[in-house]
């Protein structure tokens, strides 16, 4: 879990820089009755629909940098447990990634 959050939080600091935004990243955790929720926010440049769609694949990235595998890796690692990984954006707009673990796995 410590790479998930990684490189959520690391994908969120990029976006601010590549924006020139001086915003934080928020980090909130929930609970709710199956899951544990953890929602890494940004308000950097947000992501478009098309590349949103595109997002978790292998090799994807919308970087100058990297291989692309990084949130391929968030993804596999948090179906491994059962959970879920999803991402909500506007371009111009900042990201939401949330993670949900479920209970009992934890």
Request: glycine share 10%; net charge neutral.
């Amino acid at each position: 879990m410590i790479r998930v959050f990684n490189n959520l939080i690391a994908n969120a600091l990029d976006s601010l820089y590549d924006a020139g935004s001086k915003s934080l990243v928020k980090i909130e955790i929930l609970d709710d009755s199956k899951y544990a929720i953890v929602k890494v926010t940004d308000q950097g440049q947000g992501i478009s629909k098309e590349k949103l769609d595109r997002i978790f694949e292998p090799r994807f990235t919308t970087k100058t940098h990297g291989l692309g595998l990084g949130l391929a890796m968030v993804k596999s690692i948090v179906e491994q447990t059962n959970g879920e990984v999803s991402v909500q954006s506007e371009e111009g707009s900042g990201a939401v990634f949330t993670v949900k673990l479920p209970k009992a796995g934890i």
